[in-house]
């Protein structure tokens, strides 16, 4: 399975921007999707996820609020959409996928098999 994550970009603080991503796989079977950002020098982090069936979206406290995070019924592409975008928000933003069937999803690594290349996005003041 390849991710593609798209959307990136530099934008000013409060701002908005909307992540994609995409794989051929998402067409027939949905996967439980996560978005994971990793800063300069900072540790990866979990962003948003949302579960298989796409009824149950969880997001990390920092972005609650401002996040959300949704999944195109014709495609199974999933978006996150940014809104009031803070400095701190800078960094590589990767989506991961896993094929399993979850209820819930999950805001760890290791819950997920497959990963995409990554997009950058940057907050200026």
């Known amino acids: 399975v390849q991710l593609q994550a798209s959307g990136g970009g530099s934008v000013q603080a409060g701002g908005s921007l909307r992540l994609s991503c995409a794989a051929s796989?998402?067409?027939?079977?949905?996967?439980?999707t996560a978005w994971f950002r990793q800063a300069p020098g900072k540790e990866r982090e979990a962003v948003s996820c949302?579960?298989?069936?796409?009824?149950?979206?969880d997001h990390v406290d920092s972005v609650k609020g401002r996040f959300a995070m949704s999944r195109e019924a014709a495609n199974g592409t999933v978006y996150l959409q940014m809104n009031s975008l803070k400095l701190e928000d800078t960094a590589l933003y990767f989506c991961?996928?896993?094929?399993?069937?979850?209820?819930?999803?999950?805001?760890?690594?290791?819950?997920?098999?497959?990963w995409g290349q990554g997009t950058q996005v940057t907050v200026s003041s």
């Open positions: 796989e998402f067409a027939s079977h949905y996967y439980t």
């Open positions: 949302i579960n298989t069936d796409g009824d149950r979206i």
């Open positions: 991961a996928a896993q094929r399993n069937y979850r209820e819930q999803c999950a805001l760890n690594a290791w819950e997920y098999t497959y």
